[in-house]
């Protein structure tokens, strides 16, 4: 197996497939000048944009700044897999884990958030290459087929079409020789192409008045009392409002890293399948799958039948985003040996990408919010990977609590809690490294890992 993994990566490119396109749009002019806005966005992934979208529809009258040190998409929203479900907190297991009181509200707010994105979707015409085949999380061991159960109650218990599948029904669904069973979510989830979903809403942040400058980093933040002034490499902005959407890159504000670890995901895309290999594995339905492993993998498919083959967290000390590691293509073994595990009647396909970079790990696995400068600056973050969708909702409610939390929503615990402290390095490191020693062992050796892994959880990391 290492051998067809090695060849399977010998002319991998390393860049994220999403990207890798020739119609991405040009860049816009970064800021050169002193400027004012009523809301100022920093960030230009999707938190960002639906921010500016969101409080422009709402307040047409706002002049709205985004800014961004790249360009949009160039961060974790031209990397993820791109699986969208009503879920706004991280699945609806961890909303009950984190929110237990508030869960049916939240099941409420998430399913109004999908609606939101599928209409903004139609309403700006934007092709993201939209699939609403369902959401797939699998078994790839008898032993999880009873928690595999109670999650499929525990959907129905909150109102979703939802069905369970024996080990026969799902490999009428997707054909793996891993696969037990599974739980598949048919309404409104599904898979989205991630950069032509945030070159969309950057440009209907554009039509809708938005100031948009690209290449623009924030250098540090002002506060005036009554306003804060972002000074930028080249310019300022001074605003009454600012919206930090800067995820793992957790620029803004010092304090934001003590509760937010940049951990790294790594992702593979194939060569697009031939019709007869598409025919080996079934997958007629295109849902976005997710697996039990304790080193979790995720799939999709994309337009054109590649797969897109996902998961393997790690982390570098003080959080490096995009050390050297992640550009060497024997780095990516170990996830192409996972795929072809999963799919062995694929033997001899290529891949064709191979990516990687920080998401915004945090105990709670789902977004929060922090609060500067008397709350003039708000921080939005910490989706752990999950933020296609939720990150609509993670901006309104952002946008809200920049507005004094009139919203009921804005008042509940997820809105008014944050996430455990993380510990400070070099602690983290060392944890961070033992942790993903035992994740990418521990289904095969057992042993200390799984007692550490249930240790991580009690401390707040569901990743047992």
Same mark, same amino acid.
């Given at each position: 197996m290492?051998g067809i993994?090695?060849?399977? /990566?010998r002319?991998?490119?390393?860049?994220?497939?999403?990207?890798?396109?020739?119609?991405?749009p040009?860049?816009l002019?970064?800021?050169?000048?002193?400027?004012k806005?009523d809301? *100022?966005v920093?960030?230009?992934g999707f938190?960002?944009?639906?921010?500016?979208?969101?409080?422009r529809?709402?307040?047409p009258?706002?002049?709205?700044?985004?800014?961004e040190?790249d360009?949009?998409?160039?961060g974790?929203?031209g990397?993820?897999g791109?699986?969208?479900?009503?879920?706004v907190?991280?699945g609806?297991?961890n &909303?009950?884990r $984190?929110?237990?009181?508030?869960?049916?509200e939240?099941?409420?707010l998430g399913? !109004?958030? $999908?609606?939101?994105m599928?209409?903004?979707?139609?309403?700006?015409?934007i092709?993201?290459h939209?699939e609403?085949?369902?959401e797939?999380?699998?078994a790839?061991d008898s032993?999880?087929? !009873?928690a595999?159960? =109670? !999650?499929?109650?525990l959907h129905l218990?909150y109102?979703h079409?939802?069905?369970? *599948?024996d080990?026969?029904?799902?490999? &009428?669904?997707?054909r793996?020789p891993?696969?037990?069973a599974?739980?598949?979510s048919k309404d409104?989830s599904?898979?989205v192409?991630p950069?032509l979903l945030a070159? +969309? *809403?950057?440009?209907?942040a554009?039509e809708l008045?938005?100031?948009?400058?690209e290449?623009t980093e924030?250098?540090?933040l002002?506060?005036?009392?009554?306003?804060?002034?972002?000074m930028?490499?080249?310019?300022?902005?001074t605003?009454p409002?600012v /919206?930090?959407?800067t995820?793992?890159?957790?620029?803004g504000?010092?304090? $934001?890293?003590h509760?937010v670890?940049p951990v790294?995901?790594?992702v593979?895309?194939?060569?697009? /399948?031939?019709p007869?290999?598409m025919?080996?594995?079934?997958?007629?339905?295109?849902?976005?799958?997710?697996?039990?492993?304790t080193?979790?993998?995720y799939?999709r498919?994309?337009?054109?039948?590649?797969?897109i083959?996902?998961?393997r967290?790690?982390?570098?000390?003080?959080?490096?985003?995009?050390?050297?590691v992640?550009r060497?293509? &024997?780095?990516?073994?170990p996830?192409?040996q996972a795929f072809?595990e999963?799919f062995p009647q694929?033997?001899?396909?290529?891949?064709?990408?191979?990516?990687?970079?920080?998401?915004?790990?945090?105990?709670?696995?789902?977004?929060?919010?922090?609060r500067y400068?008397?709350?003039?600056?708000?921080?939005?973050?910490g989706?752990?990977g999950?933020g296609v969708?939720?990150s609509?909702?993670g901006a309104? $409610?952002?946008?809200?609590?920049?507005?004094?939390?009139?919203?009921? !929503?804005?008042?509940?615990e997820?809105?008014?809690?944050?996430?455990?402290r993380v510990?400070?390095?070099?602690f983290?490191?060392?944890?961070a =490294?033992?942790?993903?020693?035992a994740?990418d062992t521990a289904?095969r050796?057992?042993?200390w890992?799984?007692p550490? /892994?249930?240790a991580?959880?009690?401390? +707040?990391?569901?990743?047992n």
């Amino acid at each position: 197996m290492p051998g067809i993994s090695n060849l399977a /990566l010998r002319d991998v490119a390393m860049k994220p497939f999403w990207l890798d396109r020739p119609d991405a749009p040009l860049a816009l002019p970064p800021l050169e000048e002193d400027s004012k806005a009523d809301l *100022l966005v920093v960030g230009g992934g999707f938190t960002g944009l639906w921010g500016a979208i969101q409080s422009r529809q709402a307040h047409p009258e706002r002049d709205v700044i985004l800014i961004e040190k790249d360009e949009v998409a160039t961060g974790a929203s031209g990397r993820p897999g791109g699986v969208v479900s009503t879920s706004v907190m991280h699945g609806l297991s961890n &909303a009950l884990r $984190i929110f237990p009181r508030d869960i049916a509200e939240l099941e409420r707010l998430g399913k !109004e958030n $999908i609606a939101g994105m599928m209409a903004t979707i139609e309403q700006f015409g934007i092709d993201c290459h939209a699939e609403w085949g369902g959401e797939l999380t699998v078994a790839i061991d008898s032993a999880h087929i !009873e928690a595999l159960r =109670q !999650e499929h109650q525990l959907h129905l218990r909150y109102g979703h079409n939802s069905v369970f *599948l024996d080990e026969a029904a799902v490999q &009428a669904e997707i054909r793996s020789p891993r696969y037990k069973a599974a739980v598949w979510s048919k309404d409104a989830s599904g898979t989205v192409h991630p950069a032509l979903l945030a070159w +969309g *809403l950057k440009r209907a942040a554009i039509e809708l008045g938005v100031r948009v400058f690209e290449h623009t980093e924030l250098v540090s933040l002002i506060d005036q009392g009554d306003r804060i002034t972002a000074m930028t490499g080249r310019g300022s902005v001074t605003s009454p409002r600012v /919206l930090l959407a800067t995820n793992a890159f957790v620029a803004g504000h010092k304090h $934001i890293k003590h509760r937010v670890v940049p951990v790294r995901d790594r992702v593979l895309a194939t060569e697009p /399948l031939t019709p007869s290999q598409m025919d080996s594995i079934g997958w007629k339905h295109r849902q976005g799958v997710y697996d039990t492993r304790t080193q979790m993998n995720y799939m999709r498919l994309t337009r054109d039948n590649r797969i897109i083959f996902g998961g393997r967290l790690a982390y570098s000390f003080c959080g490096t985003p995009f050390p050297a590691v992640d550009r060497d293509t &024997a780095t990516y073994a170990p996830l192409a040996q996972a795929f072809f595990e999963t799919f062995p009647q694929l033997e001899g396909v290529r891949f064709a990408n191979a990516w990687s970079g920080p998401i915004d790990l945090t105990t709670r696995m789902a977004v929060h919010f922090q609060r500067y400068h008397g709350d003039k600056v708000v921080y939005a973050g910490g989706y752990s990977g999950f933020g296609v969708s939720a990150s609509r909702f993670g901006a309104r $409610i952002a946008l809200d609590i920049l507005d004094g939390s009139q919203a009921p !929503e804005s008042r509940l615990e997820f809105a008014t809690t944050m996430p455990t402290r993380v510990p400070p390095e070099p602690f983290r490191w060392l944890g961070a =490294q033992i942790t993903m020693y035992a994740l990418d062992t521990a289904d095969r050796q057992g042993g200390w890992r799984r007692p550490w /892994l249930k240790a991580i959880s009690a401390m +707040g990391f569901p990743l047992n």
